[in-house]
């Protein structure tokens, strides 16, 4: 285990220093000196942020000069002061991570609990109205574009009926609440976004379910199962299921990017303190810092959801030994 | 075939007529301001109502039409034309070259694509021309790895060695044979890809950094939507509409596209 | 009689594969059923616990195990006599072992008896031979070999005593000395447990020396059956004929094989008449015009050919007995 450990580690190392370089160029993308724009913009960029700014990025020097600077700078977790607030990028993102987090997390919950049941009896009514009924559920979960998702529910149940609230996570009364009812409100805020949230992951989840319990249901094994007189919910959930859930723990590892990215609409619509919202901002702000900063963490959030997703399939699955694979 | 497939040609054609004939369609210039008739619901005479400085929904939504098919095609194009590219030198070169080209679409993967869009549109200018190129500089990873998968499977095969005995040179082979016989499993992924690309360029004109008023993108329609939520549902629903059956119906007929590749 | 297969016929989807076999299967007799890749000899074996799903082929005609006809049998009743009274071995050991449980935990589930479950399938694994991996409880499929793989198998289908075994082409997929052992393994299994078995094999040899009868099976339906002690040396159909004469022997080194001509016919494409006549060495004109019925040669022997019937084997040459020696 811990030569995979180490070996993976290399691995990574070459993907993150691959992330940095990008990260960085995309920055340098805009034309002019990354200060320029934001100075002209923000008046409250003073004199010595500006030289600060201006020091940090070492702009006279060339620029694979600023870029081993930022990344040396990058490696002590020091990713520089906002524009917009003069705080430390990395604190303003770990404020915010947590709540984006969390939105996730239960997002990932949901779309589990409810798209592998789905996909599993999609696939064992094959060909059936429920099957049927369920794909179209599917495609129509595909094609909803999110904001208007939002916006839809957003109207009809934080506007006109006034159900759950549509902004931000807290009540103006939070301070007061108990413990129980602090969890209240924060529940009732994050509802609308976690829907949000899982209604788009769902389709894939549950469609990728469904294809590898066909696949399995077709295999050998299967029919072995069968000749041997188990009950047919005992060749279903235990034999066929635990089968085809391996690859699905993959696919969850691989949706991290998926949902991270799809935090910022959301974030933005119910204004979640969030990563999403805090990039949307620091993107119309110019705020350099902040951009790169969340696009690092954002990209090494994914390599720890991929690393996690090839863990657990070696986990589960008996035939894979870790230390086999690179 | 498939119903849902048929289905799914069937948006699919309806949008594209609309989007050509968009001039003849429309009854109203989409530009045109009527300051007397703001926000007035659907009627005889606008049938999906009008937007707060008065202008006809139905004809803005029908020009709204090209914007988005011109992107969706375009960006997708622009992704289809790097990820052949790459994916074929991946598969037909292999050693170092297919090593730094399956690490450079790893690290892409890792960003959260849409951060990486809205970062460079938002740091260039947010120009239909840029969209539709970050928007294909950024989707072709997958579309590359499917055309890398097929050439390795079909350069072992028969009338390969067939055409490198007669002499014909890499890049020959690579255009004239590989390529179109790889495409198959490509086509899904650029029909799905149109459907992507949409729901992308909508995204970025509803948060504003994507096709700019008064040029009619749905996105932006929907932003204008939220901003008189309450007032104006019109300005919700018919853009979301559009926004979804368009995207529908392309994730039908790519589907129906696997289906019948899967034969 | 244990099992009695009348009129069984099959179709999938449109085309009929198995097209009216009648069959007989005494208590602890072995039945061969011979026949090429595509016969429909599998199939008949798959029908008799009607382990064909309805979507796939449809059954019709009567099959009798100890009296009851289990077509008619509700799903309960068959899942009570599978893997109870009637087990299955199937042809391809690595794919019908379920690869994330392992070799216990399947073995497990092929009694009911809760109690002594670890000394039961101590026993199951010395009865097939082996013995060194009792004890051993986390080991999985993929770290036996093929023909530990089939040991396997068996030992599943003969744990729970059942009366009748369906073998289908258990050896098949196996290296040739394995083979041997594997047969083996069956022969004395044969005799202890007073085990009736059907053996479906497209290799006469392989069958020959554990069956008591013989069925042969071209198109869909039985051309000859009988004793195989008055089979092989006088065989009644040409179809047998060839197959005797293709095998290929060391004692008398020929220089060519003798294979049969032609091809299998599809069952969309079965011509009229005798479904043989194109592959026929003996083929008159009047085998085209109708598909002859069994005739019954002498005790207990059928044959489908209209020289058979009208002239008792004496047109038919004999084959070479010996061949069977290795």
Redesign the interface.
């Known amino acids: 285990m811990g030569k995979y450990i180490f070996k993976r580690a290399i691995g990574l190392t070459?993907?993150l220093l691959?992330?940095t370089i990008?990260t960085f160029s995309?920055?340098h993308?805009?034309p002019g000196k990354p200060t320029d724009l934001q100075a002209q913009f923000n008046p409250k960029v003073s004199m010595e942020a500006r030289e600060r700014i201006a020091h940090l990025y070492g702009l006279d020097k060339p620029l694979y000069v600023q870029y081993i600077e930022w990344l040396k700078r990058f490696a002590r977790l020091d990713f520089g002061i906002s524009f917009m607030d003069s705080r430390p990028v990395m604190q303003k993102i770990l404020e915010r991570i947590p709540i984006t987090l969390t939105i996730e997390l239960f997002s990932m919950a949901f779309i589990l609990l409810i798209g592998i049941p789905i996909g599993v009896t999609s696939a064992v009514k094959e060909?059936s109205f429920y099957d049927k009924a369920m794909?179209?559920f599917v495609?129509?979960g595909?094609?909803?574009?999110?904001?208007?998702l939002s916006?839809?529910l957003?109207?009809f149940i934080g506007?006109?009926w006034g159900i759950l609230p549509i902004s931000g996570i807290k009540s103006l009364e939070f301070e007061k609440f108990g413990f129980l009812e602090k969890i209240i409100d924060l529940s009732r805020h994050l509802i609308l976004p976690v829907l949000v949230s899982t209604f788009g992951g769902l389709a894939g989840i549950s469609r990728y379910m469904r294809s590898s319990m066909l696949s399995v249901l077709k295999?050998?094994?299967i029919?072995?199962?069968?000749?041997?007189?188990?009950?047919?919910k005992d060749i279903l959930y235990k034999?066929a299921l635990?089968?085809a859930l391996?690859p699905v723990v993959t696919i969850l590892g691989l949706s991290v990017?998926?949902l991270?990215?799809?935090s910022?609409?959301f974030e933005?619509?119910f204004s979640i303190p969030g990563m999403g919202r805090l990039?949307?901002e620091s993107?119309?702000a110019?705020d350099y810092p902040v951009?790169m900063g969340?696009?690092v963490i954002?990209?090494i959030l994914?390599?720890l959801g991929n690393l996690l997703a090839d863990i657990s399939y070696a986990a589960?699955?008996?035939?894979i030994k870790l230390d086999d694979r690179i | 075939m498939n119903k849902?497939t048929i289905f799914g040609i069937c948006i699919v054609g309806f949008f594209l007529i609309i989007a050509v004939f968009a001039p003849m369609i429309a009854p109203y210039n989409p530009g045109q301001i009527d300051i007397d008739n703001i926000l007035t619901p659907p009627s005889g005479q606008h049938i999906f109502g009008t937007d707060s400085l008065g202008r006809d929904l139905f004809s803005r939504m029908v020009y709204g039409t090209r914007i988005s098919l011109m992107v969706g095609f375009i960006a997708v194009g622009i992704a289809a034309l790097i990820g052949v590219a790459l994916g074929a030198i991946a598969g037909y070169y292999g050693g170092w070259l297919d090593a730094f080209i399956m690490?450079?679409i790893?690290?892409?993967?890792?960003?959260?694509?849409?951060?990486?869009i809205?970062?460079?549109i938002?740091?260039?200018e947010p120009s239909i021309i840029n969209i539709m190129v970050i928007i294909g500089a950024t989707s072709w990873m997958g579309i590359a790895r499917l055309m890398r998968a097929e050439i390795l499977s079909l350069k072992e095969r028969d009338f390969i060695y067939a055409e490198k005995a007669i002499g014909a040179g890499s890049s020959r082979i690579i255009i004239k044979h590989l390529i179109p016989n790889a495409m198959a499993p490509v086509l899904v992924s650029i029909t799905l890809g149109v459907?992507g690309a949409i729901?992308v360029e909508?995204?970025l004109s509803?948060?504003g950094?994507g096709v700019q008023p008064p040029t009619p993108s749905w996105g932006n329609i929907?932003s204008e939507?939220?901003a008189v939520?309450?007032a104006g549902?019109w300005m919700?629903?018919f853009?979301?509409l559009a926004?979804?059956?368009t995207?529908?119906g392309y994730?039908?007929l790519g589907?129906g596209i696997r289906e019948k590749l899967l034969k | 009689m244990l099992l009695q297969i009348k009129n069984l016929k099959v179709k999938y989807g449109n085309t009929e594969v198995v097209r009216g076999v009648d069959l007989d299967i005494d208590k602890g007799e072995c039945v061969g059923l011979v026949g090429e890749s595509g016969c429909g000899k599998t199939t008949v074996g798959l029908s008799i616990?009607k382990?064909i799903p309805e979507?796939k082929g449809i059954i019709s005609g009567e099959i009798l195990f100890e009296g009851r006809d289990l077509l008619k049998s509700n799903?309960e009743e068959l899942?009570?006599?599978?893997?109870?009274k009637i087990?299955?071995v199937?042809q391809?050991p690595f794919?019908?072992?379920?690869?994330?449980?392992?070799i216990y935990e399947q073995l497990r589930?092929?009694f009911e008896e809760k109690d002594g479950a670890d000394s039961r399938i101590a026993e199951i694994l010395k009865n097939v031979g082996l013995e060194k991996i009792i004890g051993k409880k986390n080991i999985?499929p993929?770290e036996l070999s093929g023909g530990m793989q089939q040991r396997i198998?068996i030992g599943?289908a003969i744990a729970s005593n059942p009366s009748l075994i369906i073998l289908d082409e258990p050896t098949t997929a196996l290296d040739v000395t394995v083979q041997r052992q594997i047969l083996d393994l069956i022969a004395g299994l044969k005799n202890n447990m007073d085990l009736a078995i059907l053996f479906i094999s497209h290799d006469l040899r392989v069958v020959f020396d554990m069956a008591d009868k013989i069925g042969i099976m071209y198109a869909g339906k039985i051309v000859e059956c009988g004793p195989k002690e008055s089979i092989v040396p006088e065989p009644a159909h040409p179809y047998t004929i060839g197959l005797i004469d293709s095998i290929p022997s060391f004692k008398h080194r020929k220089k060519t094989f003798n294979a049969i001509e032609g091809k299998a016919p599809l069952f969309s494409d079965l011509p009229g008449g005798c479904k043989f006549y194109p592959r026929c060495r003996f083929r008159i004109d009047k085998c085209a015009e109708k598909e002859p019925a069994l005739f019954n040669v002498s005790e207990g022997r059928f044959a489908r050919c209209i020289l058979t019937s009208e002239t008792a084997a004496r047109r038919l040459p004999k084959s070479d007995r010996s061949i069977w020696s290795y």
């Open positions: 070459v993907l691959g992330i990008i995309v920055i993308i805009a060909g794909t179209i495609f129509v595909f094609a909803v574009p999110t904001f208007w916006l839809i957003m109207d506007v006109r295999q050998d094994y029919r072995t199962a069968r000749a041997k007189g188990l009950a047919e034999h635990k089968n391996l990017p998926g991270i990215g799809g910022v609409i933005s619509i990039f949307y993107v119309m110019r951009i969340v696009l954002g990209a994914t390599l589960v699955d008996p035939r | 849902l690490r450079f790893d690290i892409m993967l890792c960003f959260p694509t849409f951060f990486l809205l970062a460079v938002a740091l260039l459907a729901l909508s995204s509803f948060l950094i929907l939507g939220k939520m309450g549902w919700m629903i853009p979301g926004i979804f059956i995207v529908l994730n039908l589907e | 616990a382990l979507r799903p899942r009570n006599m599978r893997g109870k087990s299955y199937f391809e794919g019908s072992l379920n690869p994330v449980f392992t589930e092929s999985y993929y198998m599943m």
